[in-house]
Structures are given as structure tokens and as C-alpha cells.
């Protein structure tokens, strides 16, 4: 039978796509990694890489050799984990990742409070877009990923944490800045600035200013949340953003102000998903339940549990 080693010598191939970056990644020499890649093939029967002077290219037999490798591997480290964790929960590490407009600003309210109550808990944390994120869960690269939501496929299971509020976020000398809320309408004739096509942002913020005569100027269509609220601050426009970064990064500039959209403000809904075979799924559970509890005790105002119809909640603490 193929070893262990050898799986993850394909898979971080299949990975790096080049000899040498992948016994780089496994921390061996590039003549061992060659030499049991062919004892592998040799092991099968049949060719698994192309070789030639550029980069590697799997074999068609090489690419689904590698997926089912990263999924034995994975299913390898998951009975490892249950074993270091029996008897004692939220112990040993989780691979968590987290999309980059959300990670940095909720983990932060979550994690002292986590080490504190289960301090042998180890979140090695990954950030990325959401497709590359779900893709790495799948594969089972990731163990869990915080994601937009609501996330509906057969088989992950992704209750949603919360919804939180977008808002609008203006430069300090702006006409609306002295209104309490800001209605769509009110953004008539503006400038918007939000996140390039792609985004889930980008489709929220333009379904909410459809018809009333906004503009989401394409050539201004920002990367990242800091670059809108830097273009923001420069007075190229207005923007809509999360409560989480506005909580963490708009609040303390001189140069803006942030304003509740007016109701039914628009919501992003925030999953935890997890694969449904995962052999910690409960675990995961309770951990869902726990990071919902601290975000509602870090920021009530913010996080509007009570607003989401389309999908079942943890339970929060009570008031």
C-alpha cells in the first residue's frame, strides 16, 4: 500500500506544481520527494506526473490520485486531532479560515475569550477570497471557514453566527453626515465606492442603491476595505461597509463618520461551515454556539441576531 508520506508528497505537488518547491514544502531533500513520487507510480502501475524542463503537470490519473490523497490525509489528521482532544474539548488545533473583509475584525472580539476559557484550543488561522477558502474546506485542507452565508450545499453544515449591519461611512464634511441614518435615497447623485465585481459586498451594495440614481463608479472600484475607506477619507465618494470594520477602522478617523443605514438595513450574514463527515462535527457545534455568545457580549449593537429569518442560530447569552 502507498504510505502517508507519499500522499503528501503528491499532494504538495499537485500544490506547488514544481519539484523543488514541493520538497521544499515537505522539508526534504528534492531527490527524496522525486524518488517516492516514483516509487508511488511504480507502487500503481502507472504514471502520475509529466516531467519536463518548466513545471510539473499532472497526469489525468495524478490530479484525482492527489484529491483523493488530500482527502485520506486530511481524514488521518481529523482521527488524530479526535484523539488528542478525547476527554478534553476545544484542545489541540483547528484549521480555521477566514475571509479577509471579516477574519481581522471579528477574531479579534472572540479569541481572548476563547484562550481564556479553553486556553489548549490552537486556531491556526488561514485568510483568503471566499471561493478559495470553501474550496480549501472541501478538500479538507481547512477544518472550519468563516463565510458569507446563508451557505446551502449538501455537504458542509454552516449555521449562521449573526447578521451584521452594513453602514454608511462619509467623509466628515459631507452633507449627510449630520443625519442619524442614511436612507438609499439619500445617496442620490452620489458617488458610491465599494469593492470590485466579485465581491458579495459589491452585489449587497448594488442591489440596495438600485433605481435611486447613485453611481458605483467602476474605475474606482476598491480591493479592500482600506482602500475604500481611504478613498473614502480623500473625498472621492461615499461607501457601505460591515459594522465589524467600521468598529475596528472608521470609528477613530478624524477625517469620517459612519451612519446607520436607515431600516430594513441590509445584512451580511456570517457562516461557521464545517464538512458534515468531519469526525469533530460536534465539537464544531459547540463551537459555533461559543463563538456566537462572545461576539453578541463584544458587540450587541453591532450584530443583529434577531434581524435573520433564513436560517437557524446558536443560542446567544441572555441580557
Known amino acids: 500500500m502507498p504510505s502517508q508520506q507519499q500522499f503528501r508528497y503528491l499532494v504538495a505537488l499537485a500544490d506547488a506544481r514544481h519539484f523543488r518547491r514541493a520538497a521544499e514544502i515537505c522539508n526534504v531533500a528534492q531527490p527524496t520527494l522525486s524518488a517516492q513520487i516514483r516509487a508511488l507510480e511504480a ?7 509529466e516531467r519536463g ?3 510539473v503537470l499532472l497526469t489525468p490519473l495524478g490530479e484525482r490520485a492527489a484529491e483523493r490523497a488530500r482527502t485520506i490525509l486530511a481524514g488521518v489528521e481529523e482521527i488524530r486531532a479526535l484523539a488528542r482532544a478525547e476527554g478534553r ?6 484549521r480555521l479560515g477566514a475571509i479577509r473583509t471579516l477574519g481581522p475584525y471579528l477574531l479579534p472580539l472572540v479569541v481572548p475569550g476563547l484562550h481564556r476559557t479553553h486556553p489548549e484550543l490552537r486556531l491556526f488561522v488561514q485568510e483568503g477570497p471566499p471561493d478559495q477558502m470553501l474550496e480549501r474546506l472541501e478538500q479538507g485542507a481547512l477544518d472550519l471557514a468563516l463565510l458569507p452565508g446563508p451557505l446551502r450545499r449538501a455537504e458542509l453544515e454552516a449555521p449562521v453566527l449573526f447578521g451584521e449591519p452594513l453602514m454608511a461611512v ?7 453626515a449630520a443625519q442619524s441614518h442614511v436612507a438609499p435615497a439619500d445617496l442620490a447623485g452620489e458617488t458610491v465606492l465599494t469593492l470590485s465585481p466579485g465581491h458579495r459586498l459589491q452585489a449587497q451594495v448594488r442591489a440596495l442603491l438600485e433605481g435611486v440614481g447613485a453611481s458605483l463608479v467602476a474605475e474606482y472600484g476598491g480591493t479592500s476595505l482600506d ?3 481611504q478613498m473614502t477619507a480623500m473625498e472621492m465618494g461615499v461607501t457601505i461597509l460591515p459594522a465589524l470594520y467600521v468598529r475596528s477602522e472608521v470609528t477613530r478617523e478624524e477625517l469620517l463618520v459612519a451612519r446607520p443605514l436607515a431600516p ?11 464538512r458534515r463527515s468531519a469526525v469533530r462535527a460536534e465539537e464544531f457545534r459547540a463551537l459555533a454556539r461559543l463563538i456566537a455568545a462572545l461576539l453578541f457580549r463584544a458587540a450587541p449593537e453591532l450584530l443583529r441576531p434577531d434581524a435573520i429569518s433564513s436560517a437557524p442560530l446558536p ?5
Open 43 to 49: 507502487r500503481l502501475g502507472a504514471p502520475l506526473v
Open 227 to 229: 482602500a475604500l475607506r
Open 264 to 274: 430594513p438595513a441590509p445584512l451580511r450574514t456570517v457562516t461557521l461551515a464545517w
Open 89 to 94: 474539548p476545544f484542545a489541540g488545533t483547528m
Open 170 to 176: 462619509l467623509p466628515a464634511r459631507h452633507r449627510l
Open 53 to 55: 524542463r518548466g513545471g
Open 315 to 319: 443560542d446567544a447569552p441572555r441580557a
